[in-house]
């Protein structure tokens, strides 16, 4: 069925054009043994600053064509979920703090795939970017992971605690469970559920 609704989509975005008059990307397919969860569209935070090296996001946006091929670089600041959207080596901007947390937090192991949508703002002279995002779990793990609409947290048999981040202490073989269900048996870690 999975694939069959993939198929369809797939066609269906070969078949149509974009605003712009270029073809439509065609649809991500994930590898064997995983799947889409969700697929959000939004927009890159951060492309008015500059960069480590001291190159500026909108110089970098403005000679793109909007055909780039994007990755999803996900990191930690200050002590929180982030991810880096970036154009090969070159960052152009951030997931929004709330989203990359609310990912963080439904899906912790899943993986990140992007399709550049659109440089805006070409008539205002500052450059905006927007993306679409699929948000990529392994089918083996993802029921025990994800389940629809409830925080997961991580557990071993060695432990009374349970954690945010599923490598938090040296956890050995970590367990997802529910939120609920560890709050009924397990204290919350000191380190990373402050």
């Keep these: 069925m999975i694939a069959a609704v993939c198929a369809f989509l797939g066609k269906k975005s070969a078949d149509k054009e974009t605003e712009t008059g ?8 994930p590898v064997s043994g995983s799947r889409i969860a969700e697929t959000i ?16 996001r909108q110089d970098i946006l403005s000679r793109m064509t909007g055909d780039e091929e994007i990755q999803i670089e996900k990191t930690v600041y200050n002590g929180e979920p ?8 070159k960052v152009l901007g951030y997931l929004s703090a709330e989203l990359s947390k ?7 192991n899943a993986r990140y795939e992007a399709k550049l949508l659109e440089i805006s703002g070409e008539e205002v002279h500052t450059f905006g970017c927007n993306i679409e995002l699929d948000i ?21 048999r060695s432990s009374k605690k349970y954690h945010i981040k599923p490598d938090c202490s040296g956890m050995k073989n970590p ?9 009924k048996k397990y204290a919350p870690c000191r380190k990373c559920c402050k």
């Design 82 to 89: 982030a991810a880096y959207v970036k154009w090969g080596d």
């Design 102 to 108: 609310d990912l963080a937090n439904r899906y912790p």
């Design 41 to 56: 569209r939004t927009k890159v935070v951060g492309v008015t600053y500059c960069n480590d090296d001291g190159e500026s």
């Design 22 to 29: 270029k073809p439509a990307r065609e649809a991500t397919r």
């Design 136 to 156: 990529i779990v392994d089918e083996q793990r993802g029921s025990a992971q994800e389940p629809a609409g409830e925080t997961v947290v991580y557990v071993d």
């Design 175 to 183: 367990k997802a469970i529910p939120l609920s269900q560890a709050k």
